[in-house]
């Protein structure tokens, strides 16, 4: 997004700096940061700042001990502090370390797996300078292993065997160290005794030790540093720092508990959703007109073609759809709209809100937000499967236009709408649009991992997870993750089709 701001807004998990904040922000921070030096009308700046951004999602787990920050130098009222760092060209990288600050660099790496070996490679030349809360990096000799948990406050141990050169024992570490309860240590191929001894013939693999001296090798799809971090997370009784295992409500215990934690889609989800967005999210505007008018017209729309329900739910979306089309005035008024709910609507959806698989485990998760996501990648499908859509943006645009104008969570619509803008635009196939979503909602899910809305029994992942779809999930030759677009868009079609929605649980 180019605008006055520069290249990056709040979304980007990227600190923007400015001359109000860079002291606080530089001379205050314990983590190591890592300072873009960027002007907008640069051409490598901007070709540069979609690394900046992935860099940002990619090494999201180490921000306590890496951050990223930028700062556009082309906006005058930043131009003294450029100055004052004395940046020449741009973009620049500069490393500030707490108490030390290293020398411009303008030979940094342009691609996100360079730029993680660069900032470990700085982080270990300067050790004296070493962040507070950044773990060890250092390869684990035997004799540390050994007494290991003597000295360590950890339930277990999780031991990457790879060669000298290898960079994924240190980014494993750096990706598990918000976790309680596991620690991991690089240990080289040239340990020998160590090699022999737990029977490791694979480099890299990752080893589990734990305080009875038992152990076992880590199951994985690839032995690379996304499964890896990925299958550790998830191991029982790791936890992220701050996010204790809260226990089940009773309540929940006593009704789906059995299908809780199955990934599927529910009818009752979707049909709630619609409950709660018709009947209680528009009823907080009196009347509604303009943009507003027109995104309802889109989502009523889109919903009335593509949503799977049941014949009655269906027949009543059609004609309220049918009532909207007719209006032709600027402004209509909630409470003619809700009149037309009650003949229609209301005599076919249930009269609250039937959480099943949007079931959060306490109260004030999931729900609502769960429900409507789910029920957009429904009709993203939906649109897809039935391919007579006369455009392949329209599911899209009603999302966009329902979010901006009515989803009540406003800091979620800013998000929202500013990576519609990005590249909401780009999408030029109705398999693009299903693709788009799932890929905006993992940013999201990547953004509000670790946040405090987020439920502890649900973490946010990367999803479909490897064991939820194994296909999904490949390898590059560099040993980088990589998402198999073609089979995600086979599996989203398959988990989001209406074949595939359960009907439990309707009221
Ligand atoms: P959700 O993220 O709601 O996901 C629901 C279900 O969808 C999951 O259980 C899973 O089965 C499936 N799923 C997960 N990821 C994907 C994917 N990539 N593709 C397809 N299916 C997937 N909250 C904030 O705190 N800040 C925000 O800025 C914010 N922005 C939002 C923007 C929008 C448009 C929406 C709809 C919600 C936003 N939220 C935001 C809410 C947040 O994204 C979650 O919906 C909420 O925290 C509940 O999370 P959940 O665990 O139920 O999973």
Known sequence: LISEAGLYTASDQIIILSPENVDSVLFNSTAALLVEFYATWCGHCVAFSPTWKSLARDIKEWKPAVDLAAIDCANESNRKVCT???????????????????????GFPR????????????????????????????????????NFFQTNNVKLLALVFESKDSYVGREVTLDLFQYENIAVRRVLDTETSLVSRFGVTDFPSCYLYNSSRHISRLKVLNEARTFYSYA???????????????????????STLQEWRSTRVYMSDLESALHYSLRVELSGHISISGNDL????????????????R???????????????QQKG?????????????????????EGVQWVGCQGSQSHY??????????????????????????????????????????????CATHF?????ESMDHVTSLSAAVLWLWSRHNRVNNRLAGDLSEDPHFPKIQWPSPELCPSCHGLKKTGEHHWDQEEVLTFLRNYFSSAHILMDYLQ
């Open 417 to 421: 709408e500013s990576m519609a803008q």
């Open 294 to 309: 027109t995104a309802l017209k889109k989502y009523i729309n889109v919903l009335s073609k593509h949503f799977p329900g």
């Open 311 to 325: 014949p009655s739910v269906k027949s009543a979306l059609k004609t309220v759809d049918s009532w909207l089309q």
């Open 330 to 350: 600027t402004e209509i008024k909630y409470s003619d709209f809700r009149d037309v709910l009650d003949n229609t609507v209301d005599a076919v959806l249930p």
């Open 84 to 106: 004052n760092f004395g940046i020449t060209g741009f973009p620049s990288l500069k490393v500030f370390f707490p108490a030390y600050s290293s020398s411009e660099s303008r």
């Open 232 to 254: 550790l997370q998830r191991l029982p009784g790791v936890v992220r720092t701050g996010k204790p295992q809260i226990p089940i409500t009773d309540l929940i215990k006593n």
């Open 366 to 411: 999931r729900g609502y937000p769960c429900a409507f996501w789910t029920l957009f990648h429904v009709l993203t499908v939906q649109a897809k499967e039935m391919d007579h859509s006369i455009s392949y943006l329209e599911v899209l645009q009603a999302m966009r236009g329902y979010v901006s104008s009515f989803f009540g969570c406003r800091p």
């Open 111 to 146: 691609d996100v797996r360079g730029l993680r070996h660069y900032i470990i490679d700085k982080l270990e030349m300067h050790n004296e300078a070493w962040p507070p809360a950044c773990p060890p990096l250092e390869t684990a000799s035997e004799e540390e292993i050994d």
